[in-house]
T-cell receptor, first 117, second 115 residues
Framework: DTEVTQTPKHLVMGMTNKKSLKCEQHMGHRAMYWYKQKAKKPPELMFVYSYEKLSINESVPSRFSPECPNSSLLNLHLHALQPEDSALYLC????????????????FGPGTRLTVT | GQQLNQSPQSMFIQEGEDVSMNCTSSSIFNTWLWYKQDPGEGPVLLIALYKAGELTSNGRLTAQFGITRKDSFLNISASIPSDVGIYFCAGQLRGTQGGSEKLVFGKGMKLTVNP
């Protein structure tokens, strides 16, 4: 099973709203990722969690706040977003190498289509 | 930062034809991945390549990890209508201690298959 699930599938929010995106995997992966994808562009990395700790933040604005409550769950809390934040938000997971000697492929969820009005 | 050059950017082919696409980089990668993405969906992993020179098949798909570790190609044989979508290559660096991995994506190739 290589399934990563994301909820909701679609989200429309105003610029003053607070909402959260959720991601879940049950593959025993210890690395989880958030990506943002604009139309006709490749995914752009936002955050990486490794063993439930934030290991990479790609200079993402603070209106995006990630959270990893446990090894299976990843949340992205949204507050005071701008219309240009409208995009497909993708979650991914992979095994997390502890020694840096191997690479593991990332599996993506179906994404949440976010529209900010 | 690292960039991947993926070509061609789009292809229009007839059902039954073969198609090839490739990615090149100025940097070495430890792993090459090929993904397919349908509109409004997440990328689906097609093939993962781990060793320089490795040639791997998955059904009608064949991919190779270049010997220099700076390039990879993907071939699709006998295309069918459901092959339509956007194909992304991605190079992956080995994680540092602590297990963080980063993917560098190509810009994607949009494939159209005419029945």
């Amino acid at each position: 099973d290589t399934e990563v699930t994301q909820t909701p599938k679609h989200l429309v929010m105003g610029m003053t709203n607070k909402k959260s995106l959720k991601c879940e995997q049950h593959m025993g992966h210890r690395a989880m990722y958030w990506y943002k994808q604009k139309a006709k562009k490749p995914p752009e990395l936002m955050f990486v969690y490794s063993y439930e700790k934030l290991s990479i933040n790609e200079s993402v604005p603070s209106r995006f706040s990630p959270e990893c409550p446990n090894s299976s769950l990843l949340n992205l809390h949204l507050h005071a977003l701008q219309p240009e934040d409208s995009a497909l938000y993708l979650c991914a997971s992979s095994q997390a190498p502890s020694t840096g000697t191997v690479s593991y492929e990332q599996y993506f969820g179906p994404g949440t289509r976010l529209t900010v009005t | 930062g690292q960039q991947l050059n993926q070509s061609p950017q789009s292809m229009f082919i007839q059902e039954g034809e073969d198609v090839s696409m490739n990615c090149t980089s100025s940097s070495i990668f430890n792993t090459w991945l090929w993904y397919k993405q349908d509109p409004g969906e997440g990328p689906v992993l097609l093939i993962a390549l781990y060793k320089a020179g490795e040639l791997t098949s998955n059904g009608r798909l064949t991919a190779q990890f270049g010997i220099t570790r700076k390039d990879s190609f993907l071939n699709i044989s006998a295309s069918i209508p459901s092959d339509v979508g956007i194909y992304f290559c991605a190079g992956q660096l080995r994680g540092t201690q602590g297990g963080s991995e980063k993917l560098v994506f190509g810009k994607g190739m949009k494939l159209t298959v005419n029945p």
